[in-house]
């Protein structure tokens, strides 16, 4: 019984040093598959992120113009005194038009800017040294 054993382990061990791991090429190809997707999926990524939020801005003057019109048709006119955006959503959230009593543009060097004789909101990127002190 012990030399079946003895046989059986031989057999093991035989089949263990057979197995071999991956070549240094295999993985060298490997690594710059992976490396190629990266550098086509990062671009896409960022362009898509960029998109998004300008589409988020965009929506959230969309927002506060429908509160607008519905402050308007209720009360008969527009929010009286009011001169930046801030003052704006501070006003259109106090009489129950909008949850938020801050709304602050999400893509980069952006800010909402309302115009108190046109009554409307745009949105304007910040210059070049405002974005380097946030």
């Known amino acids: 019984m012990s030399s079946k054993c003895k046989l059986v382990d031989k057999q093991r061990i035989g089949r263990l040093s057979n197995v071999r791991g991956f070549t240094l ?25 960029e998109n998004s939020q300008k589409k988020t801005d965009e929506a959230n003057i969309r927002i506060v113009e429908s509160a607008i019109e519905l402050y308007q ?19 259109l959230n106090e009489v129950g038009y909008l949850k938020n009593t801050e709304l602050k543009a999400v893509t980069k060097g952006s800010t909402f800017d309302y115009d108190p004789k046109t009554k409307k909101i745009s949105l304007s990127n910040l210059p070049a040294a405002a974005n380097d002190a946030e």
């Open 73 to 91: 048709a209720e009360k008969g006119a527009l929010p009286s005194g009011v001169d930046t955006f801030d003052e704006l959503v501070s006003e």
């Open 25 to 49: 090429l295999e993985l060298i190809v490997v690594i710059a598959i992976l490396g190629a997707l990266a550098a086509l999926a990062i671009p896409r990524f960022t362009g898509v992120l």
